[in-house]
């Protein structure tokens, strides 16, 4: 069987190239990595040195030439959650322009200006961009649900939690699938009751799994929400929920010829179930890793519950109160959710810590790797510190909701 040809945007240091080529059935053509904040770019020199320069483009997604880009099969990215706005351009009236340097956009770009789209679009995000922003939750994904129905794709989504089917990280982002038109997969979706597509028949629930609430529930649709998103892109960014305290996307629902159904799901899983103490090195842990005995208190006090005044710069008093976290980390479960900020020795109320017969310590960047399904060393390169490998995970996906989502949709296009 023929594989899939890939574009991955926001390659990062290749999460989503990772997961599908893991399943056998994906070859990448073309990837974009750019970090417009820094000058030495890490993310995308780790990169080349995994899968090889070829096909690969360090240079800002923007300023890409969409004639640059080969046709592809999928395309696949992690999106920065980020302002989604739009309004007309002043130039052109019929034209739309987002806030400077939103990468939502280069995505739109791309798949407006080519004249074969690809067939599926896989794309990844925090979960609150399903409630973002405050003052118009939801609008954001409305926004994005919108611009991609008026380019073609009828949309299905899903917030997964990488822990709730097995995988070592708790870890909850939400992953968007497109699909064409032109596509068998987009055809069955049309000819299928919604509810069944998301609760037992659909892609996401072939992948993972969820309760199916009894017939009865079903038929009532009790948990179910319905609306409508119509209109331009313009008028939708200025008027969608306005001033509204809920969002009305939940976890998992479609989005097609204008109707959005969405449901609120719950995981189905009993299979095996990886946990923090299954990827902890053992005996390789270098020295620098052990926090100082002296420093004990520094930690506790950060990661404990708090009920204090503080004083800003200015002089202001005010109450400041938070709850403990587990200190150390509960090597029994699903690790807590890596952060960018995970790597340095300085105390931290955020950073992994486990206790070891030796004594407390930080996660290693191996270990940090494996928490998010990744090779062994993949980010170790000359020049690459510990921290910034620490960063890299704290950017990237777990590569095992990749490769699961991967295997369906091979099969899916092949039915």
């Known amino acids: 069987m023929n594989k899939l040809k890939v574009i991955e945007l926001f390659a990062g240091v290749g999460g989503f190239r990772l997961g599908l080529e893991k399943t056998g059935h994906y070859e990448v053509v073309w990837s974009n990595q750019w970090e417009p904040s820094t000058k030495k770019q890490h993310a995308s020199m780790v990169y080349e040195a995994r899968f090889g320069p070829e096909n690969h483009s360090n240079q800002d997604i923007a300023e890409v030439p969409v004639s640059e880009i080969p046709d592809a099969d999928l395309l696949v990215g992690g999106f920065p959650c980020q302002d989604y706005s739009v309004a007309t351009s002043l130039k052109n009236s019929k034209g739309l322009i987002g806030k400077k340097g939103v990468l939502w956009w280069s995505i739109h770009k791309i798949l407006t200006?080519?004249?074969?789209?690809?067939?599926?679009?896989?794309?990844?995000?925090?979960?609150?961009?399903?409630?973002?922003?405050?003052?118009?939750?939801?609008?954001?994904?409305?926004?994005?649900?919108k611009s991609l129905e008026d380019l073609g794709y009828a949309v299905e989504w899903r917030v997964i939690n990488a822990a709730d089917y097995g995988m070592p990280q708790r870890r909850r982002r939400i992953f968007i699938l497109g699909y064409q038109k032109s596509t068998k997969i987009y055809?069955?979706?049309?000819?299928?009751?919604?509810?069944?597509?998301?609760?037992?028949?659909?892609?996401?629930?072939?992948?993972?799994?969820?309760?199916?609430?009894?017939?009865?529930?079903?038929?009532?649709?009790?948990?179910?929400?319905?609306?409508?998103?119509?209109?331009?892109l313009v008028a939708l960014s200025e008027g969608f929920n306005v001033d509204k305290k809920l969002s009305p996307f939940q976890n998992s629902g479609i989005f097609m010829n204008g109707k959005v159904i969405t449901v609120k799901t719950v995981p189905d899983y009993g299979g095996t179930k990886r946990v923090l103490a299954h990827i902890l090195q053992n005996?390789?842990?270098?020295?620098?890793?052990?926090?100082?005995?002296?420093?004990?208190?520094?930690?506790?006090?950060?990661?404990?519950?708090?009920?204090?005044?503080r004083k800003t710069a200015a002089g202001f008093e005010y109450d400041y109160s938070e709850g403990g976290l587990?200190?150390?980390?509960?090597?029994?479960?699903?690790?807590?959710?890596?952060?960018?900020?995970?790597?340095?020795?300085?105390?931290?109320?955020?950073?992994?810590?486990?206790?070891?017969?030796?004594?407390l310590r930080r996660l290693t960047p191996v270990e940090l790797e494996r928490l998010n399904m990744f090779p062994d060393d993949h980010t170790k390169l000359e020049g690459v510190t510990d921290a910034k490998r620490a960063f890299f995970m704290g950017n990237a996906l777990v590569v095992g909701v990749v490769t699961q989502i991967g295997k369906t949709l091979f099969k899916e296009n092949n039915i």
């Not at 080519?114 to 794309?123: E, S, V």
């Not at 069944?196 to 993972?208: L, R």
């Not at 090597?331 to 890596?338: M, Q, V």
């Open 113 to 145: 200006e080519k004249k074969n789209k690809p067939a599926y679009l896989l794309l990844e995000n925090v979960d609150r961009l399903l409630k973002s922003p405050a003052k118009q939750r939801g609008r954001d994904f409305a926004l994005i649900l």
């Open 187 to 232: 055809t069955r979706l049309e000819n299928t009751d919604p509810v069944n597509w998301i609760y037992k028949t659909g892609t996401m629930a072939h992948t993972f799994p969820v309760l199916r609430p009894p017939e009865h529930c079903l038929k009532t649709r009790g948990n179910l929400t319905k609306l409508e998103i119509k209109g331009n």
């Open 283 to 309: 005996g390789e842990v270098p020295d620098d890793f052990y926090i100082p005995r002296e420093e004990y208190y520094k930690w506790e006090y950060l990661k404990g519950a708090k009920k204090e005044t």
């Open 326 to 359: 587990i200190f150390p980390d509960n090597l029994d479960n699903a690790s807590r959710t890596i952060i960018t900020g995970e790597g340095g020795k300085t105390p931290s109320r955020f950073k992994h810590v486990v206790q070891t017969q030796k004594g």
